[in-house]
């Protein structure tokens, strides 16, 4: 068996975890949600759900990889045999999102290439996007570029591959962001969507601005997945877990708010304050986006800038997703990491070329509205997920008990300040809304309670 890797520093292991959990969800889905659910009401349920809910599911994760030094599968039957299964099926759900987020990364090369050869006014056609998803050789060879470089990250391990890649790409993303954010709220009629933005109204507040802003920190956050449980389980045991965990959740929090004060007001003016243009989902990034740019000055510089971005986003999540694949099959098989790596990089390249296709020659294959991509996206993100979470807190809550995972924070004398909350979310509050927000996906799936 290899050497397990090791994230060098605090510093190192807080990018890379932070590179997983930011990407397409932040960029992407975080401001259309934001815009489509009361704005500034998202905003404040979303940050609060962050700092208690997001937090405790977040350092229980990667307290349960750094105790027991293993990916999903050996680390949950490792703390109790009767939850081997969960280990399987949270092992599961990046061998089915992996694919198809990569399908998505190549999109965003696509859209790169396009702004960055001046064809910003091309992309800023209605049918420009419909058109290319459509198609079969080019959805393809991007999917491939995708995955191809996320293989190769992987290939070279956790210090000289991940850290390493994560140490450069998340100060730009940063810079980057900022940037953007700044640039698009000096636009005319900017300041109406930033109000929208920021301020929170009760009056918008329902129960479903709750569970939106819940599904979505679950995502943004990479939880219930394995994902943390792995990259705790190459954390050195000397740094703090509890600041790390404080650290990685403000900068994808950061990054999400940034990313809506970028998308949020400039669609808002250019829309001329409809705000049916913002709750445009998938679409958003990829078809009213590009009107955006195409409509400022050196729209093509700008747009270039923002899919740069969103291309480093959405690497380092794909980098974790397919680490966690190979950790797992590493673990399991007792493979080395170079046959795990080239391994998986075959298998998610056949399954992804199902959800790739899935808007041309394979259209007929869909569930009512749901596409490929869309049915696999629903499956792990809405299901499997919220079930996989729901077994982590009845684990950690009630068989092997908080203190397992406070013991693990505080193994070098540290101090826990967020002890007591971590208990009662843990216990109590996370599993409930689980619960709920298991049940109103199945139910909005059915379309009887709509997101
Ligand atoms: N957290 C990532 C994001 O915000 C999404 C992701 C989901 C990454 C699942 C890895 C695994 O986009």
């Not at 056949?350 to 020659?361: E, R, T």
């Amino acid at each position: 068996m290899e050497k397990r890797g090791n994230f060098s520093n605090k510093i190192g292991f807080v990018l890379a975890a932070a590179g997983s959990a930011v990407g397409l969800g932040n960029i992407w889905r975080f401001p259309y949600l934001a815009a489509k659910y009361g704005g500034g009401t998202f905003l404040l349920v979303y940050l609060i759900l962050a700092v208690t809910f997001g937090f405790s599911l977040m350092i229980a994760e990667i307290a349960i990889g750094r105790k027991t030094g293993l990916s999903a599968i050996g680390a949950f039957k490792a703390l109790d045999k009767r939850f081997g299964a969960v280990g399987y099926l949270a092992a599961i759900i990046p061998i089915i999102i992996f694919p198809y987020y990569s399908v998505i990364g190549g999109w965003v090369i696509k859209y790169l290439v396009t702004f960055c050869s001046g064809g910003g006014m091309a992309a800023a056609n209605d049918n420009y996007f419909g058109t290319f998803a459509a198609g079969t050789a080019e959805p393809l060879i991007y999917f491939f570029i995708f995955i191809a470089f996320t293989a190769l990250v992987v290939w070279f391990g956790v210090e000289k591959g991940i850290e390493k890649v994560s140490k450069v790409m998340m100060p730009i993303l940063v810079v980057l962001t900022i940037f953007i954010a700044i640039y698009g709220l000096t636009i005319d009629g900017a300041k109406d969507g930033l109000i929208y933005y920021i301020k929170p109204r009760l009056s918008d507040f329902t129960f479903k601005t709750v569970i939106a802003a819940m599904g979505q920190l679950f995502y943004s956050m990479s939880l219930a997945m394995g994902i943390m449980i792995t990259y705790g389980s190459y954390m050195k045991k000397e740094n703090n877990l509890e600041s790390s965990v404080r650290q990685i959740e403000i900068f994808d929090t950061a990054i999400a708010f940034l990313a809506g004060l970028t998308i949020i007001p400039a669609v808002f003016a250019f829309s001329g304050g409809d705000k049916a243009a913002l709750g445009k989902g998938p679409s958003l990034m990829f078809v009213t986006l590009p009107k955006v740019f195409d409509s400022m000055p050196f729209g093509n510089v700008i747009g270039t800038v923002f899919f740069v971005l969103v291309l480093f986003a959405a690497l380092t999540s794909a980098i974790s997703l397919m680490e966690t694949i190979v950790s797992i099959f590493s673990d399991k098989l007792g493979w080395s990491r170079h046959k795990a790596t080239l391994i998986v990089f075959i298998c998610a390249v056949a399954i992804g070329v199902l959800p790739c296709l899935g808007f041309g020659v394979l259209d007929f294959i869909h569930i009512g509205a749901m596409t490929i991509l869309d049915i696999m996206d629903f499956v792990s993100n809405s299901i499997l997920m919220p079930i996989c979470a729901l077994f982590t807190c009845i684990l950690i809550g009630f068989v092997v008990k908080p203190k397992a995972v406070i013991d693990e924070a505080t193994r070098n004398g540290e101090k826990f300040k967020s002890r007591n909350l971590f208990v009662v979310v843990i216990k109590w509050v996370s599993p409930i809304c689980l619960v709920l927000i298991l049940i109103s996906s199945i139910l909005d799936a059915l379309g009887i309670f709509t997101i």
